[in-house]
T-cell receptor, first 115, second 112 residues
Framework: GAVVSQHPSRVICKSGTSVKIECRSL??????MFWYRQFPKQSLMLMAT?????????EQGVEKDKFLINHASLTLSTLTVTSAHPEDSSFYIC???????????FGSGTRLTVV | SQKIEQNSEALNIQEGKTATLTCNYT??????LQWYRQDPGRGPVFLLL?????KEKRKERLKVTFDTTLKQSLFHITASQPADSATYLC???????????FGSGTRLQVQP
């Protein structure tokens, strides 16, 4: 499967600031990447589908202006949490799919803590 | 409404036994279903994929079954080891969508 690198692994930021999370597909040109969020003891919830060269598709209830997604190249998608608040503290994970035969490869995740 | 349900209670078994985890879904017509392993603080790792026209899939000590009539998948780990202790997630894609929807996961604890 694909190799996916996600950075940073942990970040602590102050309330009201913005944080950028990067997701890189190292050996696969990904026209689509997926962003998930996971709260403690809960499952992964899809936030948005990132599309290379076009706008992301957001899931219902996810604020587009708060969670900015940029997929400017086939190997990089970024998620920016703008004006972060403590309730945005969560585990954010990106993933890449090479096709139905291969399953999906996930990044190692970013633990965001907003203080 | 659409649901993917996994037993939320932790499964505790003795080393060497077979662990069986269940995934039930409603109001989905998935072309395939996937199983992932997730360790604390890490992203999920792909284990197995089974298609709607397949009844069973095996990989080493892992076996997955898929019953589209019952809308259920069973995930088996034979000869379980303490290193198999993790949370196991089932996931599927709805028709026409590439994104995965995950069940809540079942935590497996294998006692030595």
């Amino acid at each position: 499967g694909a190799v996916v690198s996600q950075h940073p692994s942990r970040v602590i930021c102050k309330s009201g600031t913005s944080v950028k999370i990067e997701c890189r597909s190292l050996d696969f040109q990904a026209t689509t990447m997926f962003w998930y969020r996971q709260f403690p003891k809960q499952s992964l919830m899809l936030m948005a589908t990132s599309n290379e060269g076009s706008k992301a598709t957001y899931e219902q209830g996810v604020e587009k202006d708060k969670f900015l997604i940029n997929h400017a190249s086939l190997t990089l998608s970024t998620l920016t949490v703008t004006s972060a608040h403590p309730e945005d503290s969560s585990f954010y994970i990106c993933s890449v799919g090479q096709g139905a035969n291969y399953g999906y490869t996930f990044g190692s995740g970013t633990r965001l803590t907003v203080v | 409404s659409q649901k993917i349900e996994q037993n939320s209670e932790a499964l505790n078994i003795q080393e060497g036994k077979t662990a069986t985890l269940t995934c039930n879904y409603t109001n989905y017509s998935p072309a395939y279903l996937q199983w992932y392993r997730q360790d604390p603080g890490r992203g999920p790792v792909f284990l197995l994929l089974i298609r709607e026209n397949e009844k069973e899939k095996r990989k080493e000590r892992l076996k997955v079954t898929f019953d589209t009539t019952l809308k259920q998948s069973l995930f088996h780990i034979t000869a379980s080891q303490p290193a198999d202790s993790a949370t196991y997630l089932c996931a599927l894609s709805d028709t026409g969508r590439r994104a995965l929807t995950f069940g809540s996961g079942t935590r497996l604890q294998v006692q030595p």
